[in-house]
């Protein structure tokens, strides 16, 4: 069974600087099959990327996705006060299907 | 502007049972993969179950038997009927819609509702 482990657990950065989250696969994710979600506090996720690197409607390209197999990468540019949030990888490109990461906290103090 | 509301969580004791309902706007859910996605603090995100336009199901390993899911067209409506449920089915239900792929019951979910929280105890 794939497991997807997110890392940092927990990060604390200022606003303009750039966010580097990391989603790593314990089995290779076929057709870059990687989803990225954003969660703030009392609100359903969001997603913001899928198929590795697509951003979803609506994203700043301040958001960006990148990796294959089984390393995966969130950038987040130009870090802005509202950023702060979960960040969740999900696989659907593995067995089974459809699993998320345990997330990374993001601050922006 | 599309949405999805979750209504029909509540207390249930151990072996209950409950329905949840996800009313859709803005767009049909027919003709959509349309899923439940629940959460937890101590497992996360957890996907459960889907409906494709089609009418075929899937669900999660976890629930397969226990939980069924299906739709009312005329109402735009998607259901998750929850049975013989446990103290680990307590979480946060989200429903949504879906973007599937060639592969076997694999998605990714592009619209969230707000959730119905579910809590399993005596």
């Known amino acids: 069974e794939v497991v997807l482990t997110q890392s940092p657990g927990s990060l604390s950065l200022s606003p303009g600087e750039r966010a580097t989250l990391s989603c790593r696969a314990s089995q290779s994710v076929s057709s870059g099959y990687l989803a990225w979600y954003q969660q703030k506090p009392g609100q359903a996720p969001r997603l913001l990327i899928y198929g590795t690197s697509t951003r979803a409607s609506g994203i700043p390209d301040r958001f960006s996705g990148s990796g294959s197999v089984t390393a995966f990468t969130l950038t987040i540019s130009r870090l802005e006060p509202e950023d702060s949030a979960v960040y969740y990888c999900q696989q659907y490109g593995s067995s089974p299907p459809n699993t998320f990461g345990q997330g990374t906290k993001l601050e922006i103090k | 502007e599309l949405q999805v509301v979750e209504t029909g969580g509540g207390l249930v004791q151990p072996g209950g049972s409950l329905r949840l309902s996800c009313a859709a706007s803005g767009f049909t859910v027919s003709t959509n993969y349309m899923t439940w996605v629940r959460q937890t603090p101590g497992k996360g995100l957890e996907w459960v179950s889907a409906?494709?336009?089609?009418?075929?199901?899937y669900h999660a390993d976890l629930v397969r038997g226990r939980f069924t899911i299906s739709r009312d067209n005329a109402k735009n409506t998607l259901y998750l009927q929850l049975n013989d449920l446990t103290i680990d089915d307590t979480a946060l239900y989200y429903c949504?819609?879906?973007?599937?792929?060639?592969?076997?019951?694999?998605?990714?979910?592009?619209?969230w509702g707000q959730g119905t929280l579910v809590t399993v105890s005596s």
């Open positions: 949504a819609r879906a973007r599937g792929t060639w592969r076997h019951a694999s998605y990714y979910f592009d619209s």
């Open positions: 409906l494709h336009g089609d009418g075929t199901t």
